[in-house]
T-cell receptor
Framework: GENVEQHPSTLSVQEGDSAVIKCTYS??????FPWYKQELGKRPQLIID???NVGEKKDQRIAVTLNKTAKHFSLHITETQPEDSAVYFC???????????WGAGTKLIIKP | SQTIHQWPATLVQPVGSPLSLECTVE??????LYWYRQAAGRGLQLLFY??????ISSEVPQNLSASRPQDRQFILSSKKLLLSDSGFYLC????????????FGPGTRLTVL
């Protein structure tokens, strides 16, 4: 079945620097890759997603890149701000039943 | 617009007691519905999902069960809670389409003592 690995589990960066979180997956037929942000005590919310027909998608300071050959995709946050501190989850759409398979999450800490 | 409700927001229950968590969705029809559990500092564990009334798929065998008595109502239950059932329970919905963004409810924080 589909397996999703997310790294790192914790990432600490200086405010203003960039942060990169990477996920790898196993099913080459997967074609939808969302990223969710969960602030402390809150619900996860979608921040960006990408489909397999593109290699990169950007929304202001957030971007996602996809390498289908290597079966990995990454979240890039530039000019990090304190409000970026949260746990970030990647997910991959499982083709057999169209359910999302989730990564374990990355706790992003922005140091002032 | 669509909204998703969960209640209660917080619950403290003794070991061995029953559980019933409710989730309702407004503003959409025939949604896919999901129950997740999140242990403290951990990731999202899919417990159940449903693609229609009375249709429940279980992802993890355990002492929990789910039911969907109405199109936009999803209930998570247990006859006897265990200490390990403590966690943050999230209900989510998505459109029944190929690329299904999931929208999460506010969650129920369950503590079993």
């Amino acid at each position: 079945g589909e397996n999703v690995e997310q790294h790192p589990s914790t990432l600490s960066v200086q405010e203003g620097d960039s942060a990169v979180i990477k996920c790898t997956y196993s099913d080459s037929a997967s074609n939808y890759f969302p990223w969710y942000k969960q602030e402390l005590g809150k619900r996860p919310q979608l921040i960006i997603d990408i489909r397999s027909n593109v290699g990169e998608k950007k929304d202001q300071r957030i971007a996602v890149t996809l390498n289908k050959t290597a079966k990995h995709f990454s979240l890039h946050i530039t000019e990090t701000q304190p409000e970026d501190s949260a746990v970030y989850f990647c997910a991959v759409l499982k083709r057999s039943n169209y359910q999302l398979i989730w990564g374990a999450g990355t706790k992003l800490i922005i140091k002032p | 617009s669509q909204t998703i409700h969960q209640w209660p927001a917080t619950l403290v229950q003794p070991v061995g007691s029953p559980l019933s968590l409710e989730c309702t969705v407004e503003g959409t029809s025939n949604p896919n519905l999901y129950w997740y559990r999140q242990a403290a500092g951990r990731g999202l564990q899919l417990l159940f999902y449903s693609v229609g009334i009375g249709q429940i798929s279980s992802e993890v065998p355990q002492n929990l069960s789910a039911s969907r008595p109405q199109d936009r109502q999803f209930i998570l239950s247990s006859k006897k809670l265990l200490l390990s059932d403590s966690g943050f329970y999230l209900c989510a919905w998505s459109e029944a389409t190929l690329y299904n963004e999931q929208f999460f409810g506010p969650g129920t924080r369950l503590t079993v003592l």
